[in-house]
């Protein structure tokens, strides 16, 4: 029964996701990897994007493999967002609605923490590892222009795209008394489509016709991550004994580092000319280019600090900075002015009692967070600018007398492409996650 409606949930955020996302449009996909998604899980993006120094024991980070040995259970995690988003040109603007699965993890300690408290042991080296996909970059844009030529007349310009990457993620982190170390093993893939369509509409004959181009490129390639985490504990003993893991005092500092990676495209093009009167293209005047070659270019390289202190379970503060190595980007098939970035980030979250019984309220947590920095796209030589803000919240939930948790982030925020160009968007992130405490629990028979 759990399992059907655990299906019929799949499937119905699936499906509802997927007719959201075809509203998107964003002009500015229409270079090179088209617009970047935030592959930050819905925890992690409510506590101030705190991806170099977020862990917890029933949540992942998929961005940062050293965060992995931390967890206590199986965690299964699936997140969604919806998005609003008012695109400004001056006196003109745009408005939509979109939004998309935004991730799905799987994550497990290797070693159980049930066979470990059973035993009797204290284990030194921990061991967690955990696969994720989510989308990478998305490129989804319909639009077109008339312009009014004195030689040619009316032509009008139509330009639409769709398709993206994804990324699929393989992590492993190991821990050995308050230090954590990680390798991730990030592959992109994906294929974007582009179409660019000319249209005489004041002339007839063979000017009358449409001229169109479309580029399929076919994208992969891998990347290695590696990160790193140390704890120190200030209150490690409480009237001589261990102090409680919720009651524990921390500093984090976490780090991480991606060296620069390189990308395959293949591109297959195809030219053609089509009859308005005839309703069909002209064959005599098609030509299809299919490239069998791949084409390998350098893509980015990626690196992170960040700090954060812990009062036990009940809250925490953090500060993170994100920098990106793009000035090397050059992917044929999918040309850009990209520049190197970085994102300043701060956040923090509150518990009012981790382990209240009676109050729903008490043992939710409350987030909040702040980013400004740059992104790699730079348009009409002005770099992407972004500031934005979120809140958060997350309450547990009990599934079959296991720990389950809901989380849900509102950011919004603003995007500047230019002085002309902006654009304003609030965003909407769920986080389901599903917690198992019995895999690779031993069972022991009298």
């Known amino acids: 029964m759990r399992k059907n409606l655990f299906n019929l949930f799949l499937f119905t955020i699936c499906t509802l996701t997927a007719g959201i ?7 500015f996909s229409i270079y090179g990897m088209g617009e970047f998604q935030d592959t930050d899980p819905t925890t992690v993006v409510s506590n101030g994007w705190a991806n170099q120094t977020f862990y917890d024991r029933f949540h992942v980070n998929t961005n940062n493999a050293a965060s992995y040995p931390y967890l206590l259970s199986t965690s299964f995690e699936v997140g969604i967002n919806a998005r609003y988003s008012i695109l400004n040109n001056g006196p003109i603007n745009y408005k939509y609605w979109s939004g998309q699965l935004a991730h799905m993890s799987l994550a497990f300690p290797v070693f159980s923490p049930y066979n470990e408290l059973l035993e009797k042991r204290n284990r030194k080296v921990h061991w967690g590892m955990g696969i994720a996909v989510q989308p990478y970059s998305l490129v989804a844009y319909n639009y077109e222009f008339d312009v009014d030529d004195p030689n040619a007349g009316l032509v009008r310009n139509k330009h639409f795209g769709n398709g993206g990457t994804y990324k699929m993620v393989y992590n492993n982190g190991v821990s050995y008394k308050d230090f954590s170390f990680g390798v991730g093993l990030h592959y992109i893939f994906g294929k974007i489509i582009r179409n660019d369509q000319i249209e005489f509409l004041d002339n007839s004959g063979a000017f009358g016709n449409i001229t169109s181009k479309e580029n399929e490129v076919y994208v992969k390639g891998l990347q290695f991550n590696f990160s790193a985490m140390y704890n120190y ?18 500093i984090t500092v976490g780090a991480s580092f991606q060296p620069m990676s390189k990308l395959k495209s293949r591109v297959d093009a195809v030219d053609f000319v089509y009859s308005r009167q005839l309703g069909t293209s002209i064959s005599d005047t098609l030509s299809y280019l299919q490239s069998n070659q791949e084409y390998k270019g350098n893509y980015n390289s ?6 954060s202190y812990q009062h036990g379970a009940k809250w925490q503060v953090n500060v993170n900075y994100d920098g990106g190595v793009y000035d090397q980007y050059n992917v044929k098939g999918l040309e850009a002015d990209y520049r190197n970035t970085g994102m300043f980030k701060i956040g923090a979250e509150w518990c ?8 729903f309220l008490k043992r939710s947590k409350y987030r909040l967070g702040f980013r400004t920095g740059t992104m790699p796209l730079a348009f009409g030589g002005e770099q992407t600018k972004v500031t934005a803000g979120v809140i958060g919240y997350g309450f547990p939930v009990y599934v079959n007398r296991q720990i389950s948790h809901v989380n849900i982030a509102f950011e919004g925020g603003q995007k500047t492409y230019s002085e002309k160009f902006k654009e304003k968007y609030f965003n909407i992130r769920l986080g389901f996650n599903l917690n198992d405490d019995y895999w690779f629990l031993k069972r022991k028979f009298d």
């Open 233 to 250: 504990i200030l209150n490690p003993m409480t009237d001589g004994k261990k102090t409680d893991y919720d009651k524990q005092k921390r």
């Open 352 to 359: 009012p009692e981790p382990n209240s019984f009676n109050s």
């Open 302 to 307: 990626t690196y992170g600090v960040g700090l």
């Open 21 to 27: 996302a075809q509203q998107l449009h964003n002009p």
